[in-house]
């Protein structure tokens, strides 16, 4: 399966017996797979097949679907169901009865008001459902046209997190180099520093030195923080080779990232280490926007 976006949209249009409709779907960012139906009235049982086709083709996203149902120019006009209107008729009858037996007085019986029950009419779109079963084989077109929207926007999002990913492994290394050269001339610039203030308070103890700056130097020592840096590139390489949903997975790799950044920064000591770290910082907040478009 290709990698998708969580964004897309695919329509299909049909017609049968003097009624058009056009299928939409359409879908945002989601957490899970919510889906909404929206379908004319009588058309209900179209919702089950929605349901089971998305399922199938589709994990993630806010997903709305709507069958919008039109009839023609040219269709027949509603014909009146007499039998029907007969009904409705004889009940009204039996209303006023009793209603004039437990005393009450009624207006008189209107032939529009009896009109106006769509009981009494054959409208095509109500009573005609054999439209639904050609509707229905023509879902599948729509959600293909979907999924096609979707996964075009995921190649473009791949593309985006490839470059990006490129650029936090030239970030990684240069953050390497610098704290490199930095520890190469920190060990005295640390040690001159611990012994002003060891000798300021009258104590010239060697072994409290080193034990000074040996702590200063884990303190500060930022290798961990690369490593880790470096294995999270490695992984966020391997999923972007990964067919299918793959966002939940670059979201938590996106929040490993980010903690490794904040600590670089933290325990620089340094201005370009730090520039860099914010550089990487910038960088996978930029990719976590990409990210949170992937299914």
Known sequence: ????????????????????????????????LDVRVRLPEGAEALETMVRAELAKRVSRGNVSVTLKLMGKSDSVAPQLIVENLTSVIRSARQAEAIAQAEGLDLAPTRVGDLLSHKWVWDGGQTVNTAWQDAAGKQFPMAVSAFIDARCL?????????????????????????????????????????????????????????????????????????????????????????????????FDFLMQEFNREA??????????????IGLELKVVIDQMREQVQNLE
């Open 262 to 275: 904040n600590t670089l920064c933290s325990k620089a000591g340094d201005a370009t280490l730090t520039s």
């Open 1 to 32: 399966m290709t990698r998708q976006s969580m964004t897309g949209f695919g329509s299909v249009t049909g017609d049968k017996d003097g009624l058009s409709w056009t299928w939409e779907v359409r879908s945002v960012n989601g957490r899970g």
């Open 153 to 249: 926007e995921g190649a473009a999002i791949t593309d985006v997190l490839t470059d990006q990913v490129a650029k936090l492994e030239s970030l990684a290394l240069s953050a390497r180099q610098t704290a490199a050269a930095r520890n190469a001339h920190a060990g005295t610039t640390l040690r001159e520093k611990v012994k002003a203030l060891l000798d300021i308070a009258d104590i010239a103890d060697e072994a409290r030195l080193a034990q000074e700056l040996a702590t200063l130097a884990v303190k500060s020592d930022v290798t961990e923080e690369l490593d880790r840096l470096d294995t999270h590139i490695a992984a966020a390489r391997d999923l972007l080779q990964t067919k299918g949903p793959t966002g939940r997975k």
